[in-house]
């Protein structure tokens, strides 16, 4: 059994230390709105926020965020910036088929946590290796300009 903060509650997860933490949360804490992409930390699809930053959860084990705060898109959305960029993300119709977005948001969010007026080259840099197949860069681009705004707006 293992302790994590997650999503800011404490869970009792049934697994051992050298599990990673997605196949954790998707099948232990039933939390499947994190993604299973490439397996190997390349894709992206997998980010959660371990202690703030936008981590791959695929090749993490659990025994390495012990004691630490896991956020995942469940619970991303409880925060300023998370609804912002949920709503910059509906407004600017990033989503094509979607499979990629919970870790495209995980990052964004991460990025605007620190960042409030982030450059291209800011977004470009956050969101390297968050791959999307169906291309829809120009939009993630445009969403995460978007949240700045609404995150800046509303003084987060």
Same mark, same amino acid.
């Given at each position: 059994m293992i302790k994590l903060e997650i999503n800011g509650k404490m869970r009792n997860l049934d697994v051992t230390g050298d599990v990673p933490l997605l196949w954790a949360l998707r099948d232990s804490a039933q939390m499947t709105g994190t993604k299973f992409g490439? #397996?190997? +930390?390349l894709c992206g699809?997998? %980010?959660v926020h371990?202690? #703030?930053? +936008?981590?791959r959860s695929c090749t993490l084990p659990v025994s390495a965020v012990v004691g630490k705060k *896991?956020?995942? &898109?469940e619970g991303v959305f409880a925060t300023q910036i998370g609804r912002a960029t949920q709503k910059a993300w509906l407004d600017s119709e990033v989503v094509q088929c979607g499979y990629c977005q919970s870790g495209q *948001?995980?990052?964004a969010t991460a990025l605007l946590a620190k960042n409030h007026h982030p450059s291209d080259a800011d *977004?470009? @840099?956050a969101m390297? #290796?968050? *791959?999307?197949?169906?291309? %829809?860069?120009?939009? &993630?681009? @445009? +969403? &995460?300009k978007e949240a700045a705004k609404l995150v800046t707006v509303k003084g987060a």
């Open positions: 490439c #397996g190997m +930390a699809a997998c %980010t371990v202690n #703030g930053e +936008a981590t *896991i956020t995942t &898109i *948001i995980m990052s *977004i470009d @840099e390297s #290796g968050n *791959i999307c197949r169906c291309g %829809t860069y120009p939009r &993630i681009r @445009e +969403a &995460i």
